[in-house]
């Protein structure tokens, strides 16, 4: 069911029942905001010269092709992400945009797999058909962007 044809009353997919029978919405928080770089000392310059941002994490994430740099946000982080091989799809989403740009957002969710499945039960594509490991020990799936709005979303649980 897409979510113009949802109606008040039906049951929202976008919930999940506890237990104890109340509901609670799938995305707690945003985790991250990724930006994508050509070059990544140049954009970790520019958040700490510009404001006075710190790197609390750095990490290569082979299995796509980027390296990462975590600033923390309150409790969010931008991620700055370039990539490591011409093969990348982010080098690819660089090159066709012709520069650096929000290429996802991270929200967080309790469980990834129940978030996930959610997703597919309503229809919607997604690019990871289980949930997989993400930088920092996080545990990633991702939809995809031309079924969420063309925003590329990243659920994430730490
Ligand atoms: C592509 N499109 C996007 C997009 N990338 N739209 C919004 N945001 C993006 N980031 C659009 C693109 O303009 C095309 O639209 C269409 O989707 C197909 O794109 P494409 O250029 O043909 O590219 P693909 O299909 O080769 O790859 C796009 C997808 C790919 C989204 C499928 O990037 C992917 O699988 N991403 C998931 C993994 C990932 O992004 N890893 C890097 C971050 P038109 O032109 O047809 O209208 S890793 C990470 O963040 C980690 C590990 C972490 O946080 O822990
Ligand atoms: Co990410």
């Known amino acids: 069911m897409s979510i113009s044809t949802r109606r008040p009353g039906d049951e929202d997919p976008g919930v999940q029942s506890t237990q104890s029978g109340d509901t609670r919405p799938l995305l707690t928080e945003i985790d991250h905001i990724a930006i994508a770089v050509p070059d ?8 700490r010269e510009t404001f006075g941002a710190t790197v609390e994490h750095r990490e290569v994430v082979e299995s796509d092709g980027v390296e990462e740099a975590l600033l923390r946000v309150a409790e969010s982080y931008v991620q700055l992400l370039t990539p490591t091989r011409p093969d990348s799809t982010v080098a690819k989403w660089l090159d066709k945009r012709g520069g650096p740009g929000i290429h996802h957002v991270g929200y967080r969710v309790a469980d990834c797999a129940e978030a996930l499945d959610s997703v597919k039960r309503q229809g919607f594509r997604v690019l990871d058909e289980q949930p997989r490991p993400g930088s920092r020990g996080t545990t990633v799936a991702f939809i995809h962007p031309k079924d969420a709005l063309g925003t590329l979303i990243e659920l994430v649980q730490e």
């Open 40 to 47: 990544l000392g140049e954009g970790i310059d520019y958040y």
